[in-house]
């Protein structure tokens, strides 16, 4: 009888799948993830004139709603544009739609 010959194969190593850990795992193990952050925007005075410093944004909290309230009350009629306290807002006033749409009235595209 023929005795068989034992082969053997060589099998290259097979690179595994990678398995990913959920949140809670790597919470339990102490493994933080470094999550990709936006810049912090620069403060700026606040376009109503109030000399007050924003986050980054157009106004300080609340203050559009007043620069709304003024740029109402000159299209009402109830005081002139020229009344309006910086330069900045009287051409703003002019290149607003009435409508609200500050941010287009003040030229940012944020």
């Given amino acids: ?4 010959q034992a082969t053997t ?5 097979v690179s595994e799948p990678k398995l990913e850990l959920s949140r809670k795992t790597k919470a339990m193990m102490g493994i ?3 999550k990709a952050t936006k810049p912090k925007a620069e403060p700026r005075p606040c ?5 007050s410093d924003t986050k980054g944004g157009l106004f ?5 709603g007043r620069v709304h309230g003024w740029f ?3 299209k009402e009629g109830a005081f002139l544009a020229a009344g309006l306290r910086t330069p900045g807002l ?4 002019a290149r607003w739609d009435g ?4 941010k287009a009235a003040f030229g940012a595209s944020e």
Avoid: F, I, T
């Fill in 90 to 93: 009287q051409e703003a006033y």
């Fill in 9 to 13: 194969a060589v099998v290259e190593s």
């Fill in 99 to 102: 409508n609200g749409g500050l």
């Fill in 72 to 74: 109402a009350a000159v």
């Fill in 32 to 34: 933080r993830e470094e």
């Fill in 47 to 51: 376009v109503c004139g109030c000399g």
């Fill in 60 to 64: 300080v909290a609340g203050h559009d």
């Fill in 1 to 4: 009888m023929k005795k068989k």
